[in-house]
């Protein structure tokens, strides 16, 4: 049994790219998601950051991020970049077990957490989260 979580934001975002000199910035027009993970960058709200932090998970801090909206010419600073310190390849995934509160990276972009920290996000304010359960709704690669 995989007893542990992957976060998920179903909004739909203005594709967030990591550009070369470390910053960030949308490469279309749009909102940026409350909650975004990609190869490069686990980006989430001020809110969900600063909450998470408030947590002292261990390998886990929330750093001050910048984005650039080329449509706008703005510089947002909507977003905290999450950095997470604990990561395991993809195909680890059934022999990787979590008590307490954990959150990690599997195969380099997908954020998971323990079953502990599953259940406060749950009961928090961010009702935008989903949570799935083990492997299941993994983005296909193909």
Known sequence: MFPSYRLA???LDSG????TSNGMQLSRAGKLAPFSSTPDCVLAENALAEYLSSLDLEFFQ?????????????????????????QFPLEWAPNIYVA??????????????SAGLKNKLAESSFTYLEFHEGLSGLPDKG
């Open 9 to 11: 934001c179903p909004h």
């Open 100 to 113: 307490g509160d954990w959150i990690f990276l599997l195969g380099g972009e997908h954020v998971y957490v």
């Open 16 to 19: 967030l790219v990591t550009t």
């Open 62 to 86: 929330a750093q001050e991020a910048s984005v650039h909206d080329p449509a706008t010419s703005q510089i947002l600073h909507t977003h905290r970049r999450l950095i997470i310190g604990q």
